[in-house]
């Protein structure tokens, strides 16, 4: 038997690694360093190529599916229709809106398979030798995976590189996660450096450092609930520990841009604080843009006519509030395409108006869309990412912050100040200020101005609004709170357990 040169990553399965064969196994690469080792030992990588090999693989979060199908297509906000055969992808996609999903769904294991390995590339980095700097980075790269296994699933595996092949993985509870997660970013935060916004803000910072802990101490209710439904109580000194986050991210330079659609463009805006590196967003306006609305240079084909939105969440905003909708103008090169939410006759550029090829009728979004066997036209459309002036997906951004803040200053105690800051916010995007604010208020307002961002989820099971009924939706269970874990990961690795309800 020839020597195992095998490269040596997480399986996708968080599982046992069992060599049996006497063959060299091989791996595709992609915008990644596989660190090589030899008869199962680990082998330290270069630690500067493996950073960059992490952030050059962050595309992931621009999917139109995994991670972001998890968190929006779950709640309120997007529906996926199908059309006649179009988006079918034997269910799938309409599991997720119906909540009606399984251990086997195949984007819940693309999703855990993603994080899980992602942070499992982040325990190699740090036992290669990596800089002060470098061990700050990936610590911080780190807590942001791990706090989204910790989200969606409850529980998070670790592997550690000096586990042998057929160890299984160490699998922390949520609490524990939760101490775990933000351990290593209190950890990493001094040897974070400063950096302000910038057009691409692709690496980590003090400012995303302070962002996820504010994140993770407005959800700690959630994540240390003895039931992960709830009820959830949210301490003051929690809150308070967000408005301090907060408050560190505002210090480096970081504000509400005046501008509610520039965040999602090329240019420079105080509203960006941890970006994509590669790739662009095209999948945000393909995924929901109609076939006929193509013919954009940055288009490789036609749109997919997939995603909408529903009526009753089109409806909380007021007309005049500019993150309903946006003219972009025609006779530019933009195709007659708008920002916002789009409804009604669609235009070319000529402003001629835009037949259905399929149906050969008028193209009129309506506010009406069933789940399965909707027409072409059915749904209204969302565009926030335009195809003229992309740019960087935004991972994490200070309008969330803000919102962060004013939210756990209403749970503080202190409703005047978070009254303030919302109303603050509302008259910058022209809607009209409210007199008092409730939690309800408080969650629409975050649904106004973060709407399609893949936060969705999270803010419904923390207002306590996931498991409601709403459009094409009846008896949801009070267990999917959490996803199932994987069947194929709890088969490779028996110190998981299923989650409930599963």
Aim: aromatic share 12%; glycine share 8%; with cysteine.
């Amino acid at each position: 038997m020839k020597k195992i040169n095998y490269k040596f990553i997480l399986s996708g399965l968080i599982g046992a690694f069992v060599l049996t064969s006497c063959t060299d196994l091989e791996v595709n690469e992609k915008d990644s360093v596989v660190v090589e080792s030899t008869g199962g030992g680990f082998t330290a990588g270069n630690p500067t190529e493996l950073l960059n090999g992490l952030y050059n693989d962050m595309g992931f979060y621009n999917d139109q599916g995994d991670i972001y199908s998890l968190s929006q297509h779950t709640s309120g906000e997007m529906i996926p229709p199908t059309r006649g055969v179009d988006w079918g992808d034997n269910g799938v996609w309409r599991t997720l809106h119906a909540h009606t999903w399984d251990a086997t769904h195949p984007q819940i294991l693309n999703a855990w398979n993603t994080l899980n390995s992602r942070s499992y590339r982040c325990e190699q980095l740090l036992a290669s030798n990596p800089s002060a700097l470098q061990v700050a980075e990936t610590k911080t790269l780190r807590a942001l995976f791990m706090h989204h296994v910790m989200d969606l699933w409850g529980q998070v595996p670790r592997r550690t590189v000096d586990q042998g092949v057929e160890a299984l993985p160490m699998v922390m509870t949520r609490s524990e996660a939760f101490d775990f997660i933000v351990k290593d970013l209190e950890e990493a935060l001094p040897n974070l450096p400063k950096r302000g916004p910038t057009p691409i803000n692709a690496r980590a910072s003090k400012a995303m450092a302070n962002a996820l802990l504010a994140r993770l101490y407005l959800n700690k209710a959630v994540y240390k609930s003895a039931k992960p439904e709830g009820p959830y109580t949210f301490v003051k000194a929690d809150m308070d520990k967000v408005v301090q986050y907060c408050d560190a991210v505002a210090a480096d330079g970081f504000a509400i841009d005046a501008d509610f659609y520039n965040p999602f463009t090329a240019g420079l805006s105080t509203d960006k604080i941890f970006t994509d590196l590669q790739g662009t967003p095209r999948n945000r306006w393909m995924m929901t843009m109609h076939y006929d609305q193509g013919g954009f240079p940055a288009e490789r084909d036609g749109p997919w006519n997939g995603f909408t939105t529903i009526a009753e969440f089109y409806d909380k905003f007021q007309a005049n509030d500019v993150r309903r909708f946006r003219e972009v103008g025609f006779n530019r090169g933009y195709g007659g395409l708008h920002k916002g939410f789009l409804i009604g006759q669609q235009f070319r550029e000529d402003k001629t108006p835009i037949n259905d090829s399929r149906s050969k009728v008028p193209l009129v979004f309506t506010k009406d869309v069933p789940l399965a066997g909707a027409a072409t036209n059915k749904g209204i459309r969302v565009i926030k990412y335009h195809p003229t002036d992309f740019g960087k997906y935004l991972i994490l951004r200070y309008s969330d912050v803000y919102l962060m803040k004013a939210e756990a200053m209403l749970r503080g105690g202190d409703a005047a100040g978070a009254l303030k800051m919302v109303n603050d916010l509302r008259t910058l995007r022209r809607a009209s200020t409210l007199a008092t604010l409730t939690q309800d208020a408080m969650w629409n307002e975050r649904g106004y101005e973060l709407y399609w961002e893949g936060v969705a989820r999270t803010d419904e099971v923390r207002f306590g609004k996931f498991n409601r009924q709403y459009q094409n939706i009846e008896n949801v269970e009070p267990y999917t709170v959490l996803f199932p874990i994987p069947s194929t990961a709890i088969a490779s690795n028996t110190n998981l357990a299923q989650n409930a309800g599963y």
